[in-house]
């Protein structure tokens, strides 16, 4: 009698026991996907963090340019004011202009190393006509604030240019992108290595070959050879 109440019992419990390991299975189960997930959205803050970090340093380095463009501006409009007193205008011109020049060669020698031969070139040009008597005080404050200017293109510009690049100790022809002064990019002519301009360090660090596509798809929007378009690039940053 008791041996089949047993096997009743047994009867009775064995689906019990079957449903209580498939719930068990699905638990596990739900648990992994709950541990995938939250090591998704783990990576995703992470990335959303960093990103934040470079928004919040290119934040900083725009708002040191429009403090000194302003400083510009301001010191135009102050010139402006004063344009009829001619003889003042004449004896104080000079040492502004004098001043402005070397502001802007300190600016360039601080800032993203692109077109380096241009834009001394410029500055030099610039120096040798302050030098001379058979310009006139108005042609030479043009040719200043046209410097200027060229400056502040440079800021919302895309732009493409060849030149030679030291890599590993060897000099390489290479395609320099410049992606306003957020980024300055280069390329060998075979694709191969690219490499991009630490602002913090203020040296060359190779950048990573999963870059290689959307650097030479830089290149091409910059050379008018592709229609503008979204770039996933990093970007130069400042403390």
Same mark, same amino acid.
């Given at each position: 009698?008791?041996?089949?109440?047993?096997?009743?019992?047994?009867?009775?419990?064995?689906?019990? +026991?079957?449903?209580?390991?498939?719930?068990?299975?699905?638990?596990?189960?739900? *648990?992994?996907?709950?541990?995938?997930?939250?090591?998704?959205?783990?990576?995703?803050?992470?990335? #959303?963090?960093? $990103?934040?970090?470079?928004?919040?340093?290119? +934040? $900083?380095?725009?708002?040191?340019?429009?403090?000194?463009?302003?400083?510009?501006?301001?010191?135009?409009?102050?010139?402006?004011?004063?344009?009829?007193?001619?003889?003042?205008?004449?004896?104080?011109?000079?040492?502004? @202009?004098?001043? /402005?020049?070397?502001?802007?060669?300190? #600016?360039?020698?601080?800032?993203?190393? #692109?077109?380096?031969?241009?834009? *001394?070139?410029?500055?030099?040009?610039?120096?040798?006509?302050?030098?001379?008597?058979?310009?006139?005080?108005?042609?030479? #404050?043009?040719? +200043? @604030?046209?410097?200027?200017? $060229?400056? /502040?293109?440079?800021?919302?510009?895309?732009?493409?240019?060849?030149?030679?690049?030291?890599?590993?100790?060897?000099?390489?022809? +290479?395609?320099?992108?410049?992606?306003?002064?957020?980024?300055?990019?280069?390329?060998?002519?075979?694709?191969?290595?690219?490499?991009?301009?630490?602002?913090?360090?203020?040296?060359?660090?190779?950048?990573?070959?999963?870059?290689?596509?959307?650097?030479?798809?830089?290149?091409?929007?910059?050379?008018? *050879?592709?229609?503008?378009?979204?770039?996933?690039?990093? $970007?130069?940053?400042?403390?």
């Amino acid at each position: 009698m008791t041996s089949y109440v047993n096997a009743q019992e047994d009867d009775y419990l064995k689906p019990v +026991v079957k449903s209580a390991d498939k719930i068990n299975q699905s638990a596990i189960k739900s *648990q992994e996907k709950i541990n995938s997930i939250t090591g998704q959205i783990d990576s995703k803050l992470q990335q #959303f963090k960093a $990103v934040n970090k470079e928004t919040d340093g290119l +934040v $900083v380095y725009n708002n040191q340019l429009r403090k000194q463009i302003q400083n510009q501006l301001d010191e135009m409009a102050d010139l402006n004011a004063s344009i009829d007193e001619v003889s003042v205008i004449e004896r104080q011109i000079t040492p502004l @202009m004098m001043r /402005m020049v070397d502001g802007l060669e300190q #600016f360039i020698g601080l800032d993203v190393p #692109f077109l380096p031969e241009e834009r *001394q070139k410029r500055i030099a040009s610039l120096r040798e006509m302050m030098d001379r008597a058979d310009v006139a005080p108005s042609e030479k #404050f043009r040719r +200043v @604030m046209e410097a200027y200017q $060229v400056e /502040m293109d440079y800021g919302r510009t895309i732009e493409a240019y060849s030149g030679i690049q030291k890599i590993e100790g060897t000099e390489r022809d +290479v395609d320099f992108l410049r992606i306003g002064r957020i980024a300055l990019i280069y390329q060998t002519r075979d694709a191969a290595l690219q490499g991009i301009w630490n602002k913090k360090s203020k040296q060359w660090e190779a950048l990573d070959n999963s870059y290689r596509t959307q650097v030479t798809k830089g290149l091409r929007i910059a050379k008018k *050879q592709l229609a503008p378009n979204l770039l996933t690039l990093p $970007v130069a940053l400042t403390d």
